[in-house]
């Protein structure tokens, strides 16, 4: 090889007066404020809410036909994929009307509603948009979604997140599946996940990988039987209370949260499961469904937490709550 040549020499020298910066990391609030225009991200469940991502029913729940019967509890067509829980099909403009009424509730307490765009064709699934993405420190992790009738909902939230500038710092490839309801935050270092038929070990590592680099732990919890996601037994309603089915969840995991001084208010035998489904919109303020029963009631109000109730029976039963309908994209820090 050839003696280095002058012009090399001076670039070289220019390269070592200009480095590279690793530090401070990429969601340094600063350095998102700058370069991605807003503080992207959640680091937590609890803090006042400030944007969120959802989707306003529409036509694409016209694929349930209510001819193919499962059973007295649902409808279903094995082959397309789809299925909807219920004794009834969907009442598309009674679902449009609680969900409106819930994101003008959202908006009421300050928080800027944005919507993904158009959904995929038969998508019939695609208002429950906590599936398609969860939000971490600096961005938005973007899912993959496990049955047929979901795959699909990916491409529209990621043009969405595109179209706002939220960083995408990982898409769940490979063969890993994930589902954003059965995510959850605990405190800043810690999350959770729910292993169950719509998460698999793959899907966990690969948001593992991501949380790490920020020196997140992420604690996997293997949920019973077909329970799918882990908010229908476990929700963050403030920083240290959470709202949860201690009959569903694993012993270790309680203990690990009474190790974490994180308090339950235990759902009351009476309430439905969706009940649990429910959004904090800042620390011990939190929207649920209507129905909560009045023991469940006054245990959060002993807890100083403050409840504001939504009909939303309608879209519940197409197998989602105000959890599941909301994907947060920027949270305060609690």
């Known amino acids: 090889m050839g003696a280095i040549t002058e012009n090399e020499w001076r670039y070289n020298q220019l390269i070592k007066q200009f480095p590279s910066d690793a530090e401070p990391a990429f969601e340094d609030p600063d350095l998102l404020e700058k370069w991605w225009g807003r503080n992207w991200g959640c680091t937590n469940d609890v803090g006042r809410l400030r944007v969120v991502l959802m989707h306003r029913p529409g036509p694409e729940v016209n694929i349930v036909d209510t001819s193919k019967r499962l059973d007295n509890n649902a409808f279903g067509d094995e082959q397309a994929g789809w299925y909807w829980r219920g004794t009834e099909g969907p009442d598309l403009e009674t679902m449009q009307k609680q969900h409106d009424a819930f994101s003008a509730a959202l908006r009421s307490e300050g928080v800027e509603v944005v919507t ?11 208002c429950y948009t906590r599936d398609a993405v969860a939000a971490v420190g600096g961005g938005a ?3 993959r979604l496990g049955p047929r009738i979901r795959r699909g909902e990916e491409l529209p939230v990621t043009r969405t997140l595109a179209r706002l500038g939220c960083p995408i710092l990982r898409t769940i490839s490979g063969t890993g599946i994930a589902e954003g309801g059965s995510f959850a935050w605990i405190n800043k270092r ?17 948001i593992e990988e991501v949380l790490r680099s920020q020196g997140v732990e992420l604690i996997k919890v293997a949920l019973t039987g077909y329970r799918l996601h882990i908010d229908g037994l ?8 959470a709202l949860a089915n201690i009959t569903l969840l694993p012993f270790w995991f309680l203990e690990k949260l009474k190790e974490m001084k994180i308090h339950l208010v235990e759902i009351h035998h009476q309430d439905d499961s969706a009940i649990i489904n429910c959004l904090a919109v800042a620390p ?51």
Do not use: W
Request: hydrophobic share 40%.
């Open 284 to 334: 011990g303020r939190v929207l649920m469904p209507e129905g909560v029963s009045g023991h469940t009631m006054d245990r959060l109000g002993l807890h100083g937490v403050e409840v504001l109730t939504i009909p939303y029976d309608k879209v519940i039963s197409g197998g989602g709550g105000l959890h599941c309908s909301t994907a947060p994209l920027i949270r305060d820090e609690v």
């Open 141 to 143: 992790i973007v899912m």
């Open 234 to 241: 476990f929700v963050m309603i403030a920083p240290d209370l």
């Open 116 to 126: 993904i765009d158009k959904p995929g064709p038969g998508r019939m699934k695609s």
């Open 190 to 206: 810690t999350a959770a996940i729910g292993l169950s038929s719509r998460v698999n070990e793959e899907g966990a590592r690969q």
